[in-house]
């Protein structure tokens, strides 16, 4: 079975940091794109970051851009975003999703991703 588990959410005040970790089982992440989504109360899914297989390529949401980097840990079969300098409006649950699908430039579409974990909570609060 394809899986995919988030971790590393929590409460973090605002200009702090946390490192989400999204692991596979079930797969092996290095052969997929793969992306970070999150979502808002009250609104919709919103791209957050990607990077292509074999790390050809990364893309971020220019509201995260600076503050935000994704990558591999092939040897633990896991994909990390790390977030510095946290805003109240990056509070959502965050997910991970993989993609089977490669491209020249990693891309944040939705329905181009088949596999998804079951988020993870940020709250950025003072």
């Known amino acids: 079975q394809l899986q995919l588990v988030e971790s590393g959410g929590g409460l973090v005040q605002p200009g702090g940091s946390l490192t989400l970790s999204c692991a596979a089982s079930g797969f092996t992440l290095d052969h997929y794109t793969l992306g970070w989504f999150r979502q808002a109360p009250g609104k919709g899914r919103e791209g957050v970051s990607c990077?292509?297989?074999?790390?050809?390529?990364?893309y971020y949401a220019d509201s995260v851009k600076d503050r935000f980097t994704v990558s591999r840990d092939n040897a633990k079969n896991t994909v990390l975003l790390q977030m510095v300098s946290l805003k109240p409006e990056d509070t959502a649950v965050y997910y991970c999703?993989?993609?089977?699908?490669?491209?020249?430039?990693?891309?944040?579409?939705?329905?181009?991703?088949?596999?998804w974990g079951q988020g993870t909570q940020v709250t950025v609060s003072s």
């Open positions: 990077i292509g297989v074999s790390d050809t390529s990364t």
């Open positions: 999703a993989a993609s089977e699908l490669r491209f020249r430039q990693c891309q944040l579409t939705p329905t181009a991703y088949s596999y």
